[in-house]
């Protein structure tokens, strides 16, 4: 399926203009998203964009380059604006169609999708004569995502969260209008090196610090055998049977002589723990960001440090920090000087949440509260407790990052798989840099 997607205005054309933002840079926020799902979710996708940054383009130079390139679908994004007081979600197909044709049955399922998760008033579906609907030799669609100047609708516009869901809406409708295949998920074994099993975690932490000093990096996970808590350590994760191994004579070199590999399927994005190994290095992290805010602070290492030493998956708390930030952008309510990376007490404009001294104790406050999330144990005490939220949690209520939905955010519901797919794009990133420095070796 060839897509064509049109963010509206640009350049000198602002588009609509309330509550500080302006049309332009809101649409072409959610049109990059939306190509960059498509792109890293589907099978045989193509996307051409009218613009992908702050440019001017005439309404002819757009529908004539989607006619030329011959895409099967036109999908023109906007935002609303009226007297202030107007507020919603509504899309338009043009005004000489039926309702019964293949556009508007396209419509009809971009319509249902988008207005499952955007939090809009959903003022209906509508027709019009505008220019992009009438030149487009293909089926279009144009989608007016809320009211700008309404305090209501540009509050939400303001929260990357809020756009990813509006293009995830999008997406979803796009995917069952033309019954697009999701890319297979890797469901190949994954093979587990573990270095022994404590009821103290005391005793799990001193295994961890004696193969730190054979230079073998490994942490503390949690599991339930028979309605007891036992402490795993785990000395790496290897999708290679071979890698697994070599660990494993690693370990056993090192003097644990009951060391063993369990090996797990990871069948869907459910079954992505929030406690666990780091895959990713601090670097690859800081560059993944750098690619799209060339200025961002380094965060990495902190990720790193802390969520390996509390268990946590530090590298998918950073992707949970992007979605939040909208990458490290602070376009939201939360600003940068709070050094509060995923948004911890937010709750609107009049609440922007809690503040940290730096960028160090806002990382350790985020990953604190992911251990109340994905924890019973009591919180080990390196480190001072600084999540002001610790002890208002009921611990241990989502394991996963997908039951953080509707807890973290509200109403959430596809916040987990947000996160998780910033993380899938984190990983496209590095297999691409991977492939790069391969090719220059070859060289």
Aim: net charge negative; with cysteine; charged share 20%.
């Amino acid at each position: 399926m060839k897509l064509y997607v049109d963010p509206g205005h640009g350049g000198s054309d602002t588009g609509a203009r309330g509550n500080g933002i302006n049309e332009k840079d809101i649409v072409l926020d959610i049109a990059l998203r939306i190509r960059n799902i498509l792109l890293a979710d589907y099978e045989d996708v193509e996307v051409q964009m009218s613009r992908t940054n702050d440019s001017s383009k005439s309404l002819e130079q757009r529908t004539n380059e989607a006619n030329s390139w011959g895409a099967d679908y036109y999908l023109s994004i906007h935002c609303n604006a009226s007297n202030g007081s107007a507020n919603g979600y509504e899309d338009y197909i043009h005004s000489s169609l039926s309702d019964s044709s293949q556009t508007a049955a396209y419509r009809a399922s971009l319509h249902t999708e988008i207005t499952k998760i955007n939090s809009l008033t959903n003022r209906g579906k509508k027709k019009a004569n505008f220019h992009v609907l009438r030149e487009t030799s293909m089926p279009a669609l144009l989608t007016e995502n809320g009211f700008i100047d309404n305090t209501h609708d540009a509050n939400l516009m303001k929260q990357s969260s809020w756009r990813e869901n509006v293009a995830l809406g999008h997406v979803n409708g796009l995917a069952k209008a033309f019954d697009l295949q999701r890319k297979e998920n890797d469901s190949e074994a994954i093979y587990k090196v573990i270095a022994g099993s404590f009821q103290s975690r005391e005793n799990a932490d001193k295994r961890v610090a004696y193969l730190d000093s054979h230079c073998i990096e490994s942490f503390v996970t949690t599991i339930t055998v028979s309605g007891e808590q036992w402490y795993r350590v785990q000395a790496g994760a290897f999708s290679n049977q071979k890698n697994a191994e070599s660990r494993l004579n690693e370990v056993k070199n090192a003097g644990i002589e009951d060391a063993f590999i369990i090996t797990e399927n990871e069948e869907d994005t459910s079954g992505y723990s929030i406690l666990g190994q780091i895959f990713l290095t601090s670097e690859l992290m800081d560059q993944c960001v750098k690619d799209i805010h060339p200025h961002a602070i380094e965060l990495g290492i902190y990720y790193l440090t802390f969520g390996n030493y509390y268990g946590i998956r530090g590298d998918i708390a950073f992707a949970q920090a992007m979605h939040e930030t909208d990458f490290l952008r602070f376009t939201g309510v939360v600003q940068s000087e709070q050094n509060n990376f995923c948004g911890l007490g937010a709750t609107g404009p009049d609440n922007p949440g809690a503040s940290f001294d730096t960028p160090r104790e806002g990382v350790l406050a985020h990953i604190q509260h992911l251990f109340a999330y994905a924890s019973t144990d009591p919180l080990p005490d390196k480190y001072p407790l600084v999540d002001p939220r610790f002890n208002m949690m009921t611990r241990g209520s989502a394991q996963s990052w997908i039951a953080l939905n509707g807890k973290w955010a509200v109403p959430g519901d596809n916040y987990g798989q947000n996160i998780l797919n910033i993380y899938g794009r984190m990983i496209q990133f590095t297999l691409q840099k991977l492939e790069e420095i391969l090719q220059d070796i070859q060289e």
